[in-house]
């Protein structure tokens, strides 16, 4: 008789500065956890507005064009549109709109918007301590703040970095998980990319992000427990 390993499904919360962070922080991941049957939750928590501001050299016309409330009308689409690629249940990403740029000014009302959400979790995954963006640093400190009211003391946090704004300090070297990306891994990448045409109006961001998928070949995150809170730069 052959016995069968036991499948454990994991409710995961990912939490996105902007909508495009998902796919920079958890696209390496996500396909897995998806496919092991677990339920994902995102969190998007800026709406993404401020994106051209400070860019005038280097965004489109088109982009010249546009107020900053069509800007977050379209980047909360693109967010609602990953969803769809990855097939995950619509009902399962959760809006907070915070205004782009100024997410630390909204810390402790996402704190109260997101324990609901992360309640009887099994994994998050957020964006590191000591950020070089603050709305990256605003997401982890409302993810922690909302474990903390909840004493999420049995279960993972998975911490991640987008590539430009840092990365992991020496003391979490016995931490890390290296994920190796694939070819199939990185056409998915490549084509989930395609659905933020907003990010394409910045010719030196696009430029990045395309060449960042096409040449990287593998992807660090970091795995901590409750009780690793503020013991680590990145935690």
């Not at 088109?62 to 990855?86: G, S, Y």
């Not at 070819?183 to 998915?188: A, F, S, V």
Request: hydrophobic share 40%; charged share 30%.
């Amino acid at each position: 008789m052959i016995q069968q390993k036991e499948v454990i499904i994991l409710k995961i919360v990912i939490f996105e500065p902007h909508p495009d962070d998902l796919l920079m922080g958890a696209g390496q991941v996500i396909f897995d956890w998806i496919e092991q049957g677990n339920y994902i939750h995102i969190i998007t928590v800026t709406d993404g507005r401020a994106c051209y501001r400070k860019m005038e050299d280097d965004k489109t016309r088109e982009a010249l064009r546009m107020t900053e409330d069509e800007i977050a009308r379209e980047r909360l689409t693109e967010a609602k549109k990953a969803v769809d690629f990855l097939d995950l249940n619509p009902e399962n990403l959760h809006l907070l709109k915070f205004p782009d740029a100024e997410a630390q000014d909204y810390v402790g009302n996402g704190i109260r918007k997101v324990v609901p959400i992360i309640r009887n979790t099994d994994r998050i995954l957020i964006p590191s301590d000591h950020n070089l963006h603050e709305d990256h640093q605003a997401t982890h400190d409302i993810a922690i703040g909302a474990a903390k009211a909840l004493q999420l003391r049995n279960i993972e946090y998975w911490v991640y970095f987008v590539p430009q704004y840092g990365r992991f300090n020496k003391d979490s070297k016995d931490k890390l998980i290296i994920v190796k990306i694939s070819e199939e891994l990185r056409q998915k990448l490549a084509e989930w990319l395609q659905i933020y045409q907003s990010q394409k109006r910045i010719k030196n961001t696009w430029k990045l992000y395309t060449r960042y998928l096409k040449l990287t070949k593998e992807f660090i995150y970091g795995k901590y427990k409750y009780e690793d809170i503020g013991k680590f730069y990145n935690f």
